[in-house]
């Protein structure tokens, strides 16, 4: 038998989640965002779910290839656009639409062999001050743009740092507005958590939606909603079982550096789950687990292999329990990613996105 541990893959909890998030926006189309192999669910198993999206947005060209691999016909966006000058040949021979952030990006267009006129997305830095071109830059670069044979129709997008808490979007928003408004072009500016809580503004929701974490399951603005509220289901299940129990009496330590002292008898389990599966090795006692379905928490230090659970609440447990580390129960059972991200003083992304490479990973259907 393998190590028992493995990553579940939802299918229907991805077309769920994306179907809620196109009722968010109705009139707007969605890419789904599938960087990081689709925030570490892997490419084929998160397009089975998400196919139903108008086009997906991602990084990596290798990423891109995978799609039309999958035979994929439909819009593909590189989200930082090109990194050299050849990347714009597989932009071309794949049917790519990309990103336009630099001058050296237009530079490379307007050296660019080819018959046939690219679709790209002019990225404006209205606030963020990661990516895009500053607002008195901006107008320069669509007439540049517009000027060039290789490009196509030029789209208008901006990227939100706020749409998650209470500063909003509206100051992004007016800076993007007051220098685009009268530029033709789609327009793209709504994360998960921009579309979700925004959204039904129409100038946020615009002409595409760019959700990627909502489509797994993770609140954008947790805590100040969960998943649930949202109406959002996991799309990831991390789950493996007891590999043994240790029966403790008061004074016993648990793991390395005996962090963990029982204060009483008590029961511990250990599960094949530990760092060099993604689990956080920063997760301390008191981490949310489910044991058999049931809510309780990790004792002592996560080690490479292996983490702790207190077993007092699940007197039946026995070596061979499933513990899910994040997601769904085979009991139906839900732990949020969101809640063990936050017990870990990381967030949902991470955690999903590093989900190692020796986890197996299979779907449900
Ligand atoms: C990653 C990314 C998104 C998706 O963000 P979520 O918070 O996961 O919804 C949208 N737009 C851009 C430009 C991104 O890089």
Known sequence: MPR??????????????LARLQQAAPDARVWAVVKARAY???????????????????????????????????????????FEQRDLELCSRLDLWHVVHTEAQIDMLSRHKTQVPQRVFLKM????????????????????????????????????AHADDAVGVDAQLAVFNAISHDLPGERSLANSAALLRHGNNP??????????????????????????????????????????VQQLKAGDEVGYGGVFKAEREMRIGVVAC?????????APSGTPVLIG??????????????????????PAAHV?????????????????????????????YELMCA??????????N
């Open 4 to 17: 028992p541990i493995q990553a579940l893959i939802h299918p229907h909890a991805l077309r769920h989640n």
């Open 274 to 282: 530990g760092y060099a599966d993604g689990y956080p090795r920063h």
């Open 293 to 314: 379905g049931v809510r309780t928490q990790t004792v002592g230090r996560v080690s490479m292999d292996m983490l702790c659970v207190d077993l007092t609440p699940v």
């Open 355 to 364: 989900l190692a490479p020796r986890v197996p990973v299979t779907s449900d």
């Open 320 to 348: 061979g329990s499933e513990a899910t580390l994040w997601g769904q129960a085979s009991t139906g059972e839900v732990l949020g990613i969101d809640e063990v991200a936050m017990a870990a003083g990381t967030v949902g």
């Open 203 to 244: 100038v946020v929701s615009a002409d595409w939606v760019r959700p990627g974490i909502a489509l797994y399951g993770s609140a954008p603005d947790h805590p100040l909603h969960t998943a649930d509220d949202w109406g959002l289901r996991p799309a990831m299940s991390l789950r493996s079982q007891l590999i043994s």
């Open 125 to 160: 830095n209205s606030g963020m001050n990661r990516l895009g071109f500053a607002p008195e830059r901006f107008r320069a670069a669509w007439a540049r743009l517009n000027a060039l044979p290789q490009v196509d129709e030029i789209s208008l997008m901006t990227h939100f």
């Open 40 to 82: 570490g669910h892997g490419m084929e198993r998160a397009f089975e779910g998400l196919r139903a999206a108008d086009g997906f947005a991602l990084l990596d060209l290798a990423e891109a290839q995978t799609l039309r691999d999958l035979d994929w016909r439909g819009p593909i966006l590189l989200l930082e656009g090109v």
